[in-house]
């Protein structure tokens, strides 16, 4: 995800937000990371205007110049680019928060249950993962198709995003890693934690042990002799 700004509203980076109206959409990462910029920036919520507003909204808002600033992901963020004037002023990257990932979630019976078909799913991930590397044309494909956008805005998404390192999938450094006491886990904490305070979720949720990375970690470990 990112912000997108209208190019005449005088955001050329997060720290002039100041009396600007943002939109965003609550209870996703965009809600999460508009309050956390605005806390780094020391940009107190009464000096801005939030609206909550689904992306494509965000899309007509920005077009009617109803907002200045919007905190979404793709492909609406090429919509607000192409379509209403807009320029991205920073990737979740650049402000260090990592909470835009896919995940593949199963629970805990059937795991114990199939790990020979969860372990033979992973393999098939990783083998899908190596033959993208080497042409990434059927994920261009299919991201235009399921998106209904062109290629030169898939191929800006994908330069920026790329593909998942999956090979750093078992380093507890890598910060999407799902092994333990990766950084991933420390930020579904704060995560969490936000959404509680928010009231977004109805109570606290323990993320501990959440993410289990150990059949993954044998499967790269396989691979890679």
Do not use: C
């Amino acid at each position: 995800m990112g912000f997108v700004a209208r190019k005449d509203s005088g955001v050329g980076s997060l720290a002039d937000l100041s009396g600007k109206t943002i939109g965003f959409f609550r209870g996703s990462t965009s809600h999460y990371a508009v309050l956390t910029v605005l806390k780094r920036q020391g940009i107190p919520t009464t000096q801005v205007k939030l609206l909550q507003l689904e992306p494509a909204q965000q899309v007509a808002a920005m077009m009617n110049r109803q907002i200045d600033v919007a905190a979404t992901w793709e492909p609406w963020m090429q919509k607000m680019v192409h379509q209403a004037g807009g320029t991205i002023v920073a990737r979740e990257a650049d402000i260090g928060l990592y909470t835009g990932l896919g995940v593949w979630a199963v629970r805990n019976s059937w795991l114990k249950a199939n790990q020979e078909t969860a372990r033979r799913y992973l393999q098939a991930l990783v083998m899908a993962y190596d033959a993208l590397q080497k042409d990434p044309s059927p994920a261009l494909s299919a991201v235009m198709q399921e998106m209904g956008i062109p290629e030169d805005w898939a191929r800006a998404i994908f330069k920026e995003a790329g593909l998942p390192a999956i090979y750093q999938q078992a380093d507890p450094s890598y910060r999407y890693s799902a092994a333990k006491d990766s950084p991933l886990q420390a930020s579904l904490a704060d995560l969490a934690k936000f959404l509680f305070e928010e009231k977004v979720l109805p109570k606290h949720v323990d993320v501990n042990g959440l993410a289990d990375g150990t059949i993954l970690a044998e499967v790269l470990a396989a691979r890679k002799r």
